[in-house]
């Protein structure tokens, strides 16, 4: 997505705006797509201000009406779910996370574009009803850190599902959506000859494949104008996906620790035109006029203490806040493992400690984040015609007394508290560490 | 140039001064561990504290500095860290000093040996609050090292005194952590219970021999460092702090306690909500692992309730920051304490697992870890519930000195 269609994208809900009190949509439920009205709740659409006293109005899949209760017109036959001295936010966006056993690349080689996320993930691992569990609906699930270009990551919604593609993406042209997973510093840099041993190397590497992958595009155009029939085109995944983030069909989630680092993925961008997210970020504040400059959104880790590598030595709590100053686009990852998904809401409360404003905060878990990875229109804010994909609290989201109650995706609620095996989930204890039960079978707990 | 020399004279009496602390909400972690309102608290010029009470008893002397907070409470303790030893470079030969793996049995280790008190962690804890840290040799190795209790504000070791206690425990890890690969031993769980069996045989014969060699008059056996701290783990001189994850573990750990007669401290515990009986009945205190410790290996089963569960059972237990291996490089106590209170924890017992709790681990509450008269003046200041996370820590007292106002 290029930035103006961003700009665009957060003009819209001011534009919805007349829209949010009514439900334009006034088609009775029916058994696959019932109505359902929460009612009496503290509402934080995110894409406008708070709502005491608010009603959530969801047809099947979808937000009817998100508006003070005088205001929403609840229909005869829906069913009323009393929300009463409970928050309700939108379902929360984790822009890089590593749940579900995700993996990528091996330790072969510094790039590999031609793998994917969706080839590694197990939806049954129990880090992804965990994170059900923390209110992440909408996940970038992507590899590690450890090559320059590890594989391309995946977008799924966290839905109850058998396979990875239940929980997958699909775009208009049927393809799963998702970016690619880049990253410098130390992490990519090995004692291995096939690995570059410095920055210099490591940033001369990428500039070659991006090179590769422009010729390629050539190629691939020439061919499409002469339509030979006997001249079959050869298909390289690897430039293939490359050309796909040169033609901005998959946005670079790329991790960047330091100052420098920073400034050469902003300089990669310049010179290629490829659409970027600076991942983690740890010394944002010292260049933060430059990434405003360079118009490149960023998604911040929010650690406990700085270093445990030298390039996070220098993390700053007031990322966030340097970041709002300039009114940089902003989300917030877990990480997870790093930070455990259950904790997202917590992570976002450092960053108000630290000078966020909370309503920055609470749209970095949410609609930020949905805007990185495009879905911005379909999900991360309570607006009519959205998913209904929202959480809802037993209070203040940023209070660490605050319990995550339920989550619900596309109005199916994914996680209960009253639930035992999904309260199991959230807090843990004895067979938390294990896969929920495989219906019919004989799983022990 | 009198107007400069009367501002410096100034300054330098106030920064000289004693501190009266203000608090709108004193926790002096007395009695019923209830909160007091419009508290104050005067710092002696021995770093003691001198007066604590409502304000309206309390007439603070004149040329005190005061301070105003929300909230005070004692200064934070961590009952178990590796702060000091775990740099934050996290560069190995350079500021890791936690683990030393070539033998699995390694208690003559003393972590005084290896502290630097001027690592950036432990600033970061101090600006935070932390005033105390229990810390050392980490999990890792069958017995890895000795611990050792400071202020967070002592930079250097240079003598045995610098410490509150230079040998507080002796660290122990039982499960899969302490296990080797590769044909080295221990193995196997079995096999590390037997070579600490007997370890702790040899130091028994040692001990004996040292008796009576001090009955007869004769010449002591030759010193042997590894076998002289662990006879004083067998004389209760020296607690065994023993890292267990599953409940089998635990289970081992208790057995050994009964075989040998030490001083047992259970230290992370994730499963112990499974022999919580078992733990209550041998009277053993537990440190337990961090909140947000990472649910894997031998933690997948643990839950973010066990501190609750311990409390309602009426076992002594303390939060620790533990150690990390990667980021963040150092937990911080309250934040795990934290974490607890939204799990069922009642948040001023929350807060007394961060201060009055372990320094009664710890054998040192009647130094630290309340706001008593005669007790170090050690206070963490804060703008709101030491708990909430988006609260700040506004200033930071050891022995009556402002070591931080940093309002982090």
């Not at chain 1, 899949?61 to 309700?88: F, H, M, R, Y």
């Not at chain 1, 197990?122 to 090559?147: C, H, P, Q, Y």
């Not at chain 1, 959480?391 to 339920?406: C, K, N, W």
């Not at chain 1, 199991?424 to 707990?445: D, M, N, V």
């Amino acid at each position: 997505m290029r930035p103006r269609k961003l700009l665009a994208l957060a003009i819209a809900p001011l534009l919805a705006f007349p829209l949010l009190f009514s439900a334009p949509n006034e088609k009775p439920g029916s058994p696959a797509n019932p109505l359902k009205a929460y009612t009496n709740a503290t509402l934080y659409p995110v894409s406008a201000p708070k709502i005491e006293n608010a009603t959530l109005l969801v047809r099947g899949d979808t937000i009817l009406a998100a508006g003070p209760a005088d205001q929403v017109n609840i229909p005869a036959g829906a069913e009323q779910i009393d929300c009463s001295g409970k928050t309700i936010i939108p379902g929360l966006v984790c822009t890089h996370s590593h749940i579900g056993q995700v993996a990528g690349g091996d330790g072969s080689s510094p790039i590999q574009p031609a793998v994917r996320a969706l080839d590694s993930i197990d939806v049954r691992d129990t880090s992804i009803d965990k994170a059900r569990a923390g209110g992440i609906t909408t996940a970038n699930l992507m590899s590690g850190s450890g090559l320059l270009l590890s594989g391309q990551t995946i977008y799924l919604k966290l839905r109850k599902g058998n396979t990875v593609e239940d929980l997958a993406i699909k775009l208009p042209d049927g393809s799963f959506a998702g970016g690619v997973k880049m990253a410098n510093g130390t992490n990519a840099i090995r004692d291995n000859a096939s690995f570059p041993g410095t920055r210099g190397k490591s940033a001369a590497l990428v500039r070659q494949r991006f090179l590769d992958a422009q010729a390629y595009q050539k190629k691939r155009a020439q061919h499409l104008t002469e339509n030979d029939p006997d001249k079959p085109f050869e298909r390289d995944l690897a430039l293939e996906t490359l050309a796909d983030i040169l033609d901005r069909k998959r946005i670079v989630h790329h991790h960047t620790h330091r100052h420098d680092d920073i400034l050469t993925v902003l300089r990669l961008k310049e010179e290629f035109g490829f659409e970027v997210v600076l991942h983690h970020v740890s010394e944002a504040w010292k260049v933060a006029d430059e990434i405003a400059a360079a118009n490149v959104p960023c998604s911040l880790i929010f650690l406990d203490s700085p270093g445990g590598k030298l390039e996070a030595r220098d993390f700053k709590w007031r990322n966030g806040a340097e970041l709002e100053k300039r009114g940089i686009l902003t989300a917030i990852h877990t990480d997870d493992p790093i930070n455990d998904s259950r904790w997202f809401l917590r992570n976002a409360a450092i960053g108000v400690r630290a000078g966020m404003s909370r309503e920055k905060a609470l749209e970095a878990l949410t609609l930020s984040g949905a805007k990185m990875l495009g879905l911005g229109e379909s999900t991360g804010s309570l607006d009519p015609g959205k998913k209904a994909d929202f959480v809802i609290l037993s209070g203040d989201p940023f209070s660490i007394y605050t319990r995550i109650l339920e989550t619900h995706i596309e109005g199916q609620k994914v996680f209960d508290l009253t639930n035992p095996t999904d309260r199991l989930y959230a807090e843990g204890g004895y067979g938390a560490g294990h896969a929920r039960e495989a219906s019919g079978c004989c799983f022990y707990r | 140039m009198f107007k400069i020399l009367l501002l410096s004279l100034l300054s330098a009496s106030v920064s000289f001064a004693q501190i009266a602390v203000k608090a709108d909400l004193l926790y002096p972690m007395t009695g019923d561990l209830k909160p007091v309102k419009n508290a104050v608290v005067l710092c002696g010029p021995d770093g003691k504290i001198q007066a604590v009470g409502p304000a309206a008893e309390i007439e603070i002397p004149g040329g005190y500095q005061i301070l105003t907070a929300k909230v005070a409470t004692p200064g934070i303790i961590d009952a178990h860290a590796t702060v000091g030893l775990s740099g934050i470079l996290n560069s190995p030969k350079h500021d890791q000093e936690q683990l030393e793996k070539s033998a699995p049995i390694q208690p003559e280790l003393r972590a005084l040996d290896a502290y630097n008190g001027r690592d950036p962690l432990v600033k970061w804890l101090r600006d935070l609050g932390v005033t105390t840290v229990h810390t050392g040799h980490s999990p890792g190795t069958l017995i890895s090292g000795q611990l050792m209790v400071v202020k967070t504000d002592v930079p250097s070791i240079t003598s045995l005194k610098d410490t509150l206690i230079p040998t507080s425990a002796v660290a122990a890890t039982l499960g899969s952590n302490a296990l080797a690969s590769g044909g080295k031993s221990p193995g196997t769980r079995s096999k590390a219970v037997a070579l600490l069996r007997a370890e702790l045989l040899k130091a028994q014969s040692y001990a004996a021999k040292i008796s009576k060699s001090e009955a007869e008059q004769k010449d002591a056996p030759d010193p042997d460092l590894k076998l002289q701290i662990l006879a004083d783990i067998l004389s209760k001189k020296t607690p065994l702090l023993i890292n267990a994850h599953r409940h089998q573990d635990i289970a081992a750990a208790l057995r050994l306690r009964e075989e040998f007669g030490f001083d047992l401290i259970l230290d992370g515990a994730a499963e112990a909500y499974l022999l919580l009986d078992e733990i209550k009945a041998a009277g053993v205190p537990v440190i337990v692992h961090p909140t947000m410790a990472r649910p894997f290996g031998d933690l997948e089963n643990m839950t973010f309730t066990l501190a609750a569960q311990l409390h309602e059972k009426g076992i002594p237990f303390a939060f620790q920051s533990g150690y990390e291996p990667y980021v963040p490089k150092t937990r911080v106590v309250h934040f795990e304490a934290a974490l607890a209170a939204a799990y069922g924890l009642p948040q001023e017992i929350a807060l007394a697992a961060c201060t009055l709790y372990p320094a009664q681990i710890l054998g040192l509450d009647d130094k630290i870890g309340s706001l008593q008269p005669g007790l170090h003046a050690d206070l963490a200041l804060f703008d709101g519930d030491p708990l909430e996370t988006m609260t700040h820590t506004t200033h930071v007292i050891i022995n009556g000195k402002l070591v931080s106002s940093s309002q982090k």
